[in-house]
């Protein structure tokens, strides 16, 4: 059995786990993220390695990075959330640990985990996840490889155009889905809602304490839950523009399955429902034509430290 290590580096905690062939997660370890020290981050990594390796015959080593990787998968060209810049990190951690080592984007690790292991186990060719956090993220996998383009840095889906002239993106663009879809989307849906409209979204503006911008992610999917209408709007509202995007991906890329990841999909069928309404509607046209499965992601916080394992294991 083939051991690999994989490390999923966030903007707030570094994560890692020992991973046999079937995608098992054998051994796990987490450190928080010295975000703003590019030595420190490197040096948590490296201990983090070090300890997960320590009576473990360990093959290789997958690092995903929340940001941008070169084509060689070497180098991290930029991170919004760390410190890195041209960051050379499969060599410092390759030389500190003595093993191969790998750099992937988070999104890219957590798509592979669920086509191998996850969601999208069944397919044999092509997949398109979208990871629905803070932001929007995701992965797309065809002829069973990931899809990295010609410079490493494809697949960013949360920063597809959806509103001509919408509302301003962090990348710098007007109207990206990431904007409409994503958990930031859903607050701020539902923060304007409830001071338009107070007495419908009073369960909301309880657990907020009577405060709309007070409303965050976790209160909007309870409220929800309990029947709250702003905050099932507000989810209506993200499946909306979710399902639309999901259905563009069927149109251009024929994918065998479609999987919604992250944080905002705990809601379960409050989110995934108004989706697979929306795609269907949107794709109404082609009723009588195959057309992909829209799925949940499967394998949570775990996805990419098993993703990012089985890449190293194909090095």
């Known amino acids: 059995m083939t051991l690999t290590i994989g490390v999923d580096v966030g903007g707030t905690k570094v994560a890692g786990g020992v991973v046999d062939d079937t995608g098992t997660v054998l051994v796990q370890a987490r450190r928080d993220t010295p975000a703003d020290d590019v030595g420190k981050t490197r040096d948590v990594i490296i201990e983090l390695v070090a300890e997960l390796a320590a009576g473990h015959d360990i093959q290789a080593v ?14 991290v060209l930029f991170a919004p959330n760390l410190a890195w810049r041209d960051e050379p ?8 640990v003595g093993l191969p080592v790998i750099v992937e984007n988070d999104g890219n690790v957590a798509a592979w985990a669920e086509f191998r292991y996850g969601a999208a186990r069944h397919a044999d060719d092509s ?8 932001g929007v993220g995701g992965g797309i996998v065809l002829g069973g490889d990931l899809v990295r383009g010609a ?35 859903l607050v701020r849906f539902a923060r304007a809602a409830a001071r338009q409209e107070p007495h419908r979204a009073a369960a909301l503006l309880q657990l907020a304490d009577g405060e709309a911008e007070a409303i965050t992610g976790p209160m909007v999917t309870a409220a ?9 709007e507000a989810f209506a509202q993200v499946g909306r523009w979710l399902g639309t995007s999901l259905a563009d991906m069927a ?15 705990d809601a379960g069928d409050l989110l995934m429902g108004p989706t697979r309404r929306s795609f269907t509607e949107a794709l109404a046209q082609r009723s009588r034509l195959p ?18 394992a089985d890449l190293a294991r194909r090095i």
């Open 291 to 308: 057309v992909a499965e829209i799925r949940p992601a499967e394998l949570g916080n775990s996805a990419g430290v098993i993703g990012a």
């Open 251 to 265: 149109q251009i890329l024929d994918p065998q399955i479609l999987v919604v990841g992250g944080g905002v999909i």
């Open 89 to 96: 990190l499969r060599a410092y951690v390759s030389a500190a």
């Open 224 to 232: 929800a839950k309990g029947g709250d209408p702003v905050s099932a």
């Open 127 to 134: 997949m398109v996840m979208f990871t629905i956090g803070t």
């Open 151 to 185: 410079h490493g840095i494809a697949a960013e889906l949360g920063h597809m155009l959806t509103v001509p002239d919408g509302h301003q993106c962090g990348c710098g663009r007007l109207g990206c889905i990431e904007q409409y879809a994503s958990g930031s989307a």
């Open 62 to 75: 997958g690092i995903g990075a929340a940001g941008w990787i070169d084509s060689s998968r070497s180098t």
